[in-house]
């Protein structure tokens, strides 16, 4: 089992930055990815981003130029840097792994709105 505890989420005005991070603990090796979803109300929950074991990364296009993931392997962290926020950004904001033995586990989710 792996549990990820979020945090960093809150309100901000648009234009303004929050950094979420996420930590596993738990029993695993390493992940093949982790990364971030959001869900918006009345929403889909969509990809955010996502980092790869060989550092490749993925961003949703609406995202791209301003948000940042990262990953801190020797404390089983990703963060997600978000600049420049919209108020289309507001949502919860779910933390992901995916295990090497191909398992998904969710964290619990962490609000962030954005006010125009």
């Known amino acids: 089992q792996v549990q990820l505890v979020e945090s960093g989420g809150g309100l901000v005005q648009a234009g303004g930055s929050l950094r979420l991070s996420c930590t596993a603990s738990?029993?695993?090796?390493?992940?093949?990815?982790m990364g971030w979803y959001r869900q918006a109300p009345g929403q889909q929950r969509e990809l955010v981003a996502v980092?790869?074991?060989?550092?490749?990364?993925n961003y949703q296009d609406s995202v791209k130029g301003r948000f940042t993931i990262s990953r801190d392997n020797a404390n089983d962290t990703v963060h997600l840097q978000m600049d420049s926020l919209k108020p289309e950004d507001t949502a919860v904001y779910y933390c992901?792994?995916?295990?090497?033995?191909?398992?998904?586990?969710w964290g619990q989710g962490t609000q962030v709105t954005v006010s125009s």
């Open positions: 980092i790869r074991s060989g550092e490749g990364t």
């Open positions: 992901t792994v995916l295990t090497t033995t191909f398992n998904r586990y």
């Open positions: 738990g029993r695993f090796f390493r992940f093949n990815s």
